[in-house]
């Protein structure tokens, strides 16, 4: 695509909102996180992208002029907490950083905003406050705005894992706007995903596990940088993984191998255990896409992230409304 739109992302990651954005036609001027594992994540995978590793309550964008008049800014921003918003909107870090990209828009002036978030932002009372913070800013510049929730396995990502999406687009262009619809009729299974990965090197009876994970992956989550070592997330998440056959407590560094004997065990203990490699699946990242970093820095960096997928689909709705033609 020759037109490709220009876009600003923030609290990046390691690159899966951006990634998805870019497969549907936007090409980002400036990326920043302020981990730097994430940073050379991003650079890893495109040399080419400007990537900055700082802070957003520091970024100053009239220090970076290539941002200012973007078509888009997207942030794929840490998940806020219940348990705070009820308090002041700025009283945490999660809630500041979102009131923090919401006053960037102040700044670069883009055509369209994207924050994608937990889904109980999109209508939970306990985020009213939140809400209508974001939403007298957003009429203040002059947007127009849509909160939905999707579910990325409706986009063929092998995981049931909902999102809360805001889309502000400047009023001109908001009324060509619809939200994304599911890209797939049937959801991916963990066992139709992993199948080819667990048999990478030899193992016999991969497809014999393939067949018997029949569900969804659950929600991944990266957890929090103060926390120990990788696992798949609270005792929900690792539950539906052992219904599957999934030991979720640890990851494995390498996939069975010819001489692996499945236990079929309902012992967690001696279930099989995925590799972050086959985390990374699972959020859908192209499979040349490079997570760098060591196991649990690597994990953290792919359960935090927004599947590709859904950020395209986000990207091809946003783009079909900004190419529309503008309205007094």
């Not at 809360?164 to 139709?192: C, N, R, Y």
């Amino acid at each position: 695509m020759t037109d490709r739109l220009a876009f600003v992302d923030v609290c990046s990651g390691a690159g899966g909102l951006a990634s998805g954005l870019e497969s549907a036609g936007f090409a980002p001027v400036l990326l920043l996180d302020n981990k730097p594992q994430a940073c050379e994540t991003l650079r890893t995978n495109r040399p080419q992208w400007n990537v900055v590793c700082e802070d957003l309550f520091d970024f100053v964008p009239d220090e970076h002029p290539e941002t200012l008049d973007v078509d888009l800014l997207s942030a794929g921003l840490p998940r806020v907490k219940s348990s705070a918003a009820v308090a002041r909107v700025d009283s945490e870090p999660e809630l500041r950083l979102l009131k923090a990209a919401v006053y960037l828009a102040h700044g670069i002036q883009p055509r369209a905003l994207l924050l994608e978030n937990l889904p109980a932002l999109v209508d939970s009372p306990v985020y009213a406050e939140v809400r209508s913070f974001v939403e007298e800013e957003l009429a203040h510049l002059g947007y127009g705005h849509r909160w939905f929730v999707l579910n990325a396995a409706d986009f063929g990502v092998p995981q049931e894992r909902l999102q809360g999406v805001l889309v502000a687009i400047k009023k001109p262009w908001f009324d060509a706007f619809d939200p994304p619809v599911p890209t797939v009729s049937e959801h991916v299974s963990l066992g139709d995903a992993l199948r080819r990965s667990m048999g990478a090197r030899g193992w016999p009876e991969a497809d014999a596990w393939a067949d018997q994970a029949r569900a969804v992956a659950p929600t991944l989550v990266g957890g929090s940088d103060n926390r120990g070592g990788p696992d798949v997330g609270p005792t929900g998440t690792k539950k539906a993984f052992a219904r599957m056959g999934v030991n979720g407590n640890v990851f494995a560094d390498e996939v069975p191998g010819p001489d692996y004997t499945w236990p079929r065990s309902d012992d967690v203990t001696e279930m099989l255990k995925i590799t972050v490699d086959q985390a990374a699946v699972l959020q859908s990242f192209p499979p040349e896409w490079r997570i760098t970093g060591l196991k649990t820095a690597r994990y953290r960096q792919i359960g935090h992230a927004t599947p590709p997928p859904v950020g395209r689909a986000l990207g091809e709705a946003i783009g079909a409304a900004l190419r529309a033609p503008a309205r007094a």
